[in-house]
């Protein structure tokens, strides 16, 4: 894109072959004696102070006339064109041409040299900030026509250079100290700039690098060309490879720029060669090929020998080239820009896939862009191209396509960015028609591409919103399986229509008065129709004036938007008044806004907020200070009013950016289909609340802030908190948290209206079907598969109970408004999870350490409680245990009525293991009876009601809740006969043997033993346990079953040994068994009544002799089982357990017998086994 000088063509020269620059042999009339300043070699002087900083210039000398017209030719001219135009150019004004056409501002060194500077408020932001305004601030060319001057956003800041040496930083962290820029004002602080020569429009000097510890100080030549105010090429010894100056070529050009008069100016070579006769000539070109004979002998006599030849190429041209005498006429005039390096740059940060701040640089580089666009430099498009065509080139597109995933939400924001800045390069105000043309075939290449991003953020793999499916959304359906493809360039290429010359649109942005609100007409055309399309063109046309530095004509234009929004929001209150009555019968409503302006991939309203906030911000700083993102203060803004002139000048633009944030915020949108879509929705909105709560408020906000919200909670259907809002709205939750703590100081009632019309979630509220829905208690929680897909519903979920959160914390100590908002939450809250933590919220706010409990706000707690208790009484939830645990806390703190409520109605709260092993048990507890002070009656309705619970729940879950019941029941005789009653009736049914022996040892605890021994009995019949489960976990019981039968007396024994017998073939267990029995007597339980024998009982006789054979049956079925599988490594083992059957064997009179048969028959049977045989004769005989 050629800078706005390039368009005026004010002569047309004959082509120039563009390969070299061709400079004709000047005629004698061209020259003149050298009597200027500075003719002798010496400095500049003369009237060459305009470029030096502030303070060093004379202020009271004019500038002369021969100045500025030489400036002026200086930036817009390109030399050869001067040449061409007059036959005779004397010295002087040549020296002042060549002389001004080097860069004067400091600014545009800094852009070439660094990443990110702060020029001006918002420069640089990744939403298309404005920065400084350019000199001339006139309304914008139509295409087509002369532009403003290209460089005179240098002239405007001439005087800003000192700012430059107290910058700090770089986007991407640091103090800045490493930057090219800053290095580089060291370097010349430092004096390392020596030697520095003009000759023509080239630059040559050298800078020493200072040693360090481990470094020696190292010389590098620097050149630099230069033409029409911009620096086309640069060289450097260091070899630098990066996208920017290197800090070398910054010393140099800083020197020239502040240090003019300290710098040798040469007219061009060829003016210099033209003035020798043929004998200085040829003493000149020996001198230089002697003192450079090594690198330019060759180059010499291959020259030589084509000006010697009358037929070579060389003679065939009239004149010679000079590097020293600037571009040609059709050479493009921008500043130098290594394109290498930017490809080269910008595919190692897509390759880091967003690791190591590469999506940091890739923003600092768009960033970069937007800089250059508003310094109406031509290297933003050109820019923005190469960084595309690397972009486009990505080779995870063509994976993701074929894979039929998303990119990541970084990669996402980077291409949204991308698609943004080509709108801003499209709508560029001041481009030639050509330019457009191109750009726009680019673009539509890329368009066409496969790989090419979709807008929406996925490749329609995703699935479809199921809503779609639904009869009531049939045309709704058809309507989004017909959408055309819409990539991230569409919106660009949508703007190829898009022109300035409308006359609508030059008497907005080239008046202010015209863009008053009471100057605004019913019968002018708006900007947009009434459903704000497309609200996203206009918007896109003021971020394109403010990024290419048009601000003025940016915040009229945006004026009249927001003037067109106020209209439109008059008009919609009048509709919606005629439909109220209908709309709130019918109870839904449509959404008239097919494109919500929140979440919008141009980001309408936040370009609005920051037109109208970047002209009320206090610029405290230096003017081009280089950033530093470490040390990010917040913004501070003053009232600006509207624009002087306007009959309605007592608006400010800062109230102005406040009504626009909170239009578009509280736009009623439908929720767009997708999963990237849906979190731009939450992350804009974000990012907007954000941005206002950097605003002070003060009364003029304040009542711009009620005002609106007055607006919007009687908006109807075109507002996100009116009466009536479409099933699938965004919520408003994030956003009405915002005008709730900003308006609660100011209008409470106000702020608590709004707040509880925004609690509500329609997409659930309607789509429960299910539980007795008419009490707010009952209401059941909605299963995941909710439709539509809204892949942000937990967020939005949590930011409904923060709002919640918000407003409790807010009302505490107001009864009445407790109640309304514990109302609000039950109705419209259905997440378990988030009302515990309401619940837990509003018991930390009643309960503060260091002062009274808030009554109310405590009962609040509780109720809270309560419902989720009854949400997830049916459905698992992980966090069941600690929910319980903490009612049972709340209702403690709350007193012994909610204790006693609780425990009265638990079956509609709790489950019966809950009720009895938390909730009860916990509420007869010393530690609760203590904390509550409580007297005796209480304490006895306290266990009066937990033995009632404590018997319910035994009779509805007997396997679960005996033991519980009864031990709870204790202190009651008769509860406590109920309770056992309860467990020996469920014994028979489907109580576990483990069950019923932990009910029967807790029995012998108590005192019971014939209890107990019944119990066992029960246990007994249920249990198996098979010849191998020698570690079986229910042996200790068993163990203790019969230990308890057989203190209690023989009888007892002789009823439970058939039992065993029956159950137990583990053969080491029965012989433990028998062993026991025989060691001591029966009957040493001590029970009233009975007498001990004292004898030892026999196990030849009854009942140890069942018990004894079928102890001596197991180990002979439990030794042929072993050896069906044996292998050697177990022998040893089993050797072992013959050894221990043995003893069991010997117990009768003739056991030597059956065990030898036993052996004999082992030997026979499994003669095979010679070595186990072996081992057996071995130990055995």
């Known amino acids: 894109m050629a800078e706005g000088g390039e368009r005026e063509e004010l002569l047309s020269p004959s082509p120039v072959s563009p390969a070299k620059r061709l400079c004709s042999w000047p005629s004698p009339q061209a020259h003149h004696p050298r009597g200027s300043p500075g003719a002798a070699g010496g400095g500049v002087g003369g009237v060459g102070g ?91 060319p139509p295409p087509g026509a002369a532009a403003p001057a290209g460089s005179a956003p240098g002239a405007a800041v001439a005087g800003a250079s000192p700012g430059l040496g107290s910058g700090a930083g770089v986007a991407g962290g640091g103090s ?44 590098y030549k620097v050149a630099i ?64 090929i002697t003192a450079h004979h090594t690198e330019v002998l060759p180059t010499a006599q291959k020259l030589a020998d084509e000006i010697l030849s009358s037929n070579s190429e060389i003679n065939q041209v009239n004149g010679a080239p000079d590097p020293t005498a600037g571009a040609s006429i059709d050479d493009e005039n921008c500043w130098h820009l290594d394109e290498e390096q930017v490809k080269e740059q910008v595919k190692l940060f897509l390759s880091q896939g967003g690791y190591y701040g590469s999506g940091k640089q890739l923003n600092s580089m768009f960033a970069k862009v937007r800089e250059m666009l508003r310094m109406r430099d031509s290297n933003g498009a050109r820019m923005l191209t190469l960084i595309t065509e690397q972009f486009m080139a990505d080779p995870r597109l063509t994976l993701w396509r074929q894979q039929g995933t998303s990119m990541t939400d970084k990669c996402r924001q980077l291409w949204d960015e991308l698609g943004a800045l080509w709108v801003c390069i499209i709508l560029n105000p001041h481009c030639k028609l050509e330019e457009k043309s191109c750009w726009l075939q680019q673009l539509q290449k890329w368009n066409d591409l496969d790989v090419c991003p979709l807008e929406d953020g996925n490749y329609g793999h995703e699935l479809p919103n199921i809503t779609n499916a639904l009869p009531q959304n049939a045309s709704h ?57 497309p609200l996203w063109l206009a918007c896109a046309r003021v971020d394109a004036l403010r990024s290419h530095g048009y ?14 929004l106020r209209l439109q929001q008059q008009r919609q209150l009048e509709i919606y008044k005629h439909q109220k009555k209908e709309l709130l019968q019918r109870g839904t409503t449509t959404i008239t806004n097919l494109e919500g ?23 405290d700083d230096g003017y081009l200070e280089v950033s530093d993102m470490n040390e990010s203060r917040p913004p501070v803004y003053q009232h600006v009013p509207v624009a002087a002139g306007c009959p309605n000048s007592s608006e400010s633009y800062l109230s102005l950016a406040m009504e626009v944030a909170l239009m578009g915020m509280g736009q009623q949108r439908v929720m767009p289909e997708g999963l990237y879509a849906q979190d731009k929705v939450c992350r804009n909105e974000e990012q907007l609340l954000s941005r206002l709560q950097e605003l002070q408020l003060d009364d003029e906000l304040v009542q711009t802030l009620q005002k609106q919200c007055i607006l919007l909670l009687e908006g109807g259907p075109f507002s996100g908190l009116g009466e009536v809002i479409h099933r699938e709205s965004v919520p408003m939750h994030t956003f009405a948290k915002y005008l709730f703590s900003a308006l609660l100081p100011h209008d409470p009632d106000l702020s608590y209206k709004l707040a509880l019309r925004a609690m509500r979630l329609p997409v659930l509220e309607n789509s429960t079907s299910s539980g007795d829905t008419s009490h707010p208690h009952h209401m059941v929680s909605v299963v995941p598969s909710r439709y539509p897909r809204w892949f942000t519903l937990g967020h939005l979920e949590s930011q409904q109970c923060e709002l919640a959160s918000t407003m409790l914390t807010a009302a505490k100590g107001d009864t009445l408004r407790l109640r309304t908002i514990l109302e609000a939450i039950q109705k419209h809250i259905h997440s378990s999870s988030l009302i515990f933590k309401l619940a837990q919220d509003a018991f930390k706010i009643a309960t503060p350490t260091d002062s009274s409990t808030d009554g109310t706000l405590l009962n609040v707690a509780l109720e809270l409680g309560l419902q989720v208790m009854r949400m997830t009484l049916s459905t698992l939830n992980w966090r069941r245990r600690e929910m319980v645990r903490w009612l049972v806390t709340c209702a403690t703190e709350v007193g012994v009525r909610a204790l006693v409520s609780i425990l009265q109605s638990w079956y509609t709260l709790f489950t019966p293991t809950e009720a009895t092993s ?20 209480q304490r006895e309705e306290l266990a009066s009601c937990a033995r009632t619970l404590a018997l319910q729940c035994a009779m509805k879950d007997p ?196 065990f030898a048969q036993f052996i004999d028959n082992l030997k026979q049977i499994y003669k095979g086994k010679k070595k186990l045989m072996l081992l057996v004769r071995e130990r055995f005989g």
């Open 597 to 619: 302006w929140v979440g919008h991939p141009l980001d309408p309203i936040g370009c609005l907020f920051l037109t109208l906030t970047e002209a009320c911000r206090l610029n």
């Open 50 to 140: 305009s470029c030096l900083p502030p303070g060093a210039r004379p202020h009271l000398q004019p500038e002369s006339l021969l100045d500025c017209a030489a400036k002026t030719v200086a930036e817009k001219w390109a030399y050869e064109r001067v040449e061409e135009r007059f036959e005779r150019i004397p010295e002087p004004v040549q020296r002042r041409i060549v002389y001004w056409s080097f860069p004067r501002n400091e600014r545009e060194i800094c852009m070439y040299s660094s990443f990110q500077y702060r020029g001006g408020p918002g420069a640089g932001a990744a939403s298309g900030a404005a920065g400084a305004s350019p000199a001339e601030e006139g309304p914008p």
């Open 918 to 937: 938390i909730v009860a048990a916990t509420a007869v507890s010393h530690t609760t009876i203590l904390r509550l002070s409580l007297d005796y009656p």
């Open 225 to 288: 060309s230069f033409d029409r105010c911009k620096i086309t090429s640069v060289t450097c010894g260091c070899g630098n490879k990066d996208i920017f100056y290197c800090a070398h070529v910054v010393a140099l050009s800083l020197y020239r720029i502040r240090r003019p008069d300290q710098v040798k100016l040469r007219l061009p070579i060829s003016e210099t060669l033209f003035q020798m006769n043929r004998d200085q000539l040829q003493k000149f070109i020996q001198y230089l």
């Open 176 to 219: 800045g100290e490493g930057l090219p820029f800053r290095r580089g004002i060291r370097l010349l602080d430092s004096g390392s700039v020596e030697n520095v020569l003009q000759v023509g429009f080239h630059l040559s000097g050298t800078v020493t690098e200072p040693a360090t510890t481990s470094e020696p100080a190292v010389t």
């Open 959 to 1154: 396997q679960s809740c005996a033991l519980s019941a009864l031990t709870l029941c204790e202190k009651d005789h008769i509860a406590f006969e109920a309770a056992y009653q309860i467990a020996i009736d469920a014994a028979a049914g489907g109580m576990t043997h483990s069950q019923l022996f932990t009910i029967a040892r807790y029995m012998e605890l108590r005192g019971y033993p014939l209890r107990a021994f019944k119990l066992a009995s029960l246990a007994m019949s249920h249990l198996n346990l098979a010849y191998n489960q020698d570690t079986h976990p229910a042996i200790n019981d068993v163990l203790w079953a019969c230990a308890l039968s057989h203190s209690l007396g023989k009888n007892e024994l002789a009823a439970l040994i058939p039992l065993v017998v029956k159950s137990v073939h583990c053969a080491t267990v029965l012989s433990d068994i028998l062993r026991r029995c025989t060691v001591t007597a029966p009957g040493l339980a001590g029970i009233p009544g009975r007498r001990s024998s004292g004898k030892l009982m026999s196990t030849d006789k009854a009942p140890l002799r069942q018990l004894l054979d079928a102890t001596i049956n197991a180990y002979i079925n439990t030794t042929h089982s072993r050896l069906t599988h044996i292998s050697p490594r177990h022998y040893g083992e089993f050797i072992e357990f013959l050894s221990k059957a043995r003893e069991t064997f010997l117990l009768p009179q003739d056991g030597h017998l059956q």
């Open 551 to 564: 601000p003025k004509e940016a915040l009229r234009l945006t004026v009249a938007i927001i003037n067109t």
């Open 477 to 533: 359906s058809s309507d989004s399986l017909s959408r055309p493809r819409r990539t991230v360039f569409t919106r660009a290429i949508e703007g190829r229509e898009l022109h300035w010359q409308d006359s609508h649109l030059q008497r907005i942005i080239s008046s202010d008065v015209y863009t008053a609100p009471a100057c605004q007409r019913e019968s002018e055309r708006l900007l947009f129709n009434s459903q704000g399309q």
